[in-house]
C-alpha cells in the first residue's frame, strides 16, 4: 500500500469508529464514492462530527467556504488528498 492509500484506509476506520457505523469495513467504503447522500449515506449532522474528528486527528481546519467544505468532504479519497495537502504545510 502506498502513504496515501495507508491515509485513506485510516479515515474510512476513522469514519466507522467515530459515526459507529455497524456493519461496516473499511474495505467496504469505496475511496471515491460520495460520502454524503448517496454512496456511504452520511447527513449534515455526520458531516459536523467528521469535520471535528478530522480537525483533532490531523490538526486540520475546514474552510468557511462551504463550496470547499463540500468538496474536501466528498469522498474518502477527497478527503485524505485534503488532509495530505494540509499537512505538508
Known sequence: MSRHEDLEFEIKRLIIESLM???VTPPDIDA???LFSEG???D???SLDLA???EERY???GSTDTG???RRFASVRALAD???VSRTR
Do not use: K, T, Y
Open 21 to 23: 457505523l455497524e456493519d
Open 32 to 34: 471515491e464514492a460520495p
Open 40 to 42: 456511504l449515506g452520511l
Open 44 to 46: 449534515s449532522i455526520d
Open 52 to 54: 471535528m474528528v478530522i
Open 59 to 61: 490538526g486540520v481546519q
Open 68 to 70: 470547499e467544505n463540500r
Open 82 to 84: 485534503f488532509v495530505a
